[in-house]
């Protein structure tokens, strides 16, 4: 059982489109987040929610907007790509509070064309 | 703020050596620090993770430490064998979750 699943894997797109990526937990936790993987290799953390609500917000532009329909989803919907968002996107949860590691999703490659 | 730094970014050694991967933080105010593996095209894979209150975790040929007052932690890797080739992430989690990573460390075991 894949424990934090996102999709799609892989999105080529042109500049000036919307689209969307999506990421599912199974291991009820409370809280997910989305980080971003540059051609550097440095991660860096974009959003955390928590049961739902917007906790962390990194000072990411508006173009990006997550939505959690409930604790076990958080999908990220990005407007009017931009060159420069072209990147990793990881997904990934835990439980707020609690003493376990958070766990990552595989990844979706995001190349803006 | 945090930063996290690690050491070195990039090491090559031959099969069965023992080795240390370092990893340094700057504010000592963490609540945890977490070892991590990604290997080329793949996702993140949680190795080991070190509570506040903790000095060390083990798992395997794997063994963290930690010590918190001078922001520093190592990941010891005994006997490397070449499925150990990946990069090797340190974050700490010092704001209810939100992890800090280092650059990583692009670990190459040589058969």
């Known amino acids: 059982d894949t424990a934090v699943s996102q999709t799609p894997k892989y999105l080529v797109t042109q500049m000036g489109n919307d689209k969307s990526i999506k990421c599912e937990q199974n291991l009820g936790h409370d809280t997910m987040y989305w980080y971003k993987q540059d051609s550097k290799k440095f991660l860096k953390i974009m959003f955390s929610?928590?049961?739902?609500?917007?906790?962390i917000n990194e000072t990411v532009p508006n173009r990006f907007s997550p939505k959690s329909p409930d604790k076990a989803h958080l999908n990220l919907h990005i407007n009017s790509l931009e060159l420069g968002d072209s990147a990793v996107y990881f997904c990934?949860?835990?439980?707020?509070?609690?003493?376990?590691?958070?766990?990552f999703g595989q990844g979706t490659r995001l190349t803006v064309v | 703020k945090q930063e996290v730094t690690q050491i070195p970014a990039a090491l090559s050694v031959p099969e069965g050596e023992n080795l240390v991967l370092n990893c340094s933080f700057t504010?000592?105010?963490?609540?945890?620090l977490q070892w991590f593996r990604q290997d080329p095209g793949k996702g993140l894979t949680s190795l080991l993770l070190?509570?506040?209150?903790?000095r060390e975790q083990t798992s395997g040929r794997l063994n963290a430490s930690l010590d918190k007052s001078s922001g520093r932690s190592t990941l010891y890797i005994a006997a490397s064998q070449p499925g150990d080739s990946a990069t090797y992430l340190c974050a700490v989690d010092n704001q209810g979750g939100k992890l800090i990573f280092g650059q990583g460390t692009e670990l190459s075991v040589k058969p």
């Open positions: 070190i509570q506040s209150s903790q």
């Open positions: 504010d000592s105010a963490i609540y945890n």
């Open positions: 990934a949860s835990s439980q707020a509070g609690s003493r376990i590691e958070a766990f």
């Open positions: 929610y928590n049961n739902k609500e917007l906790i």
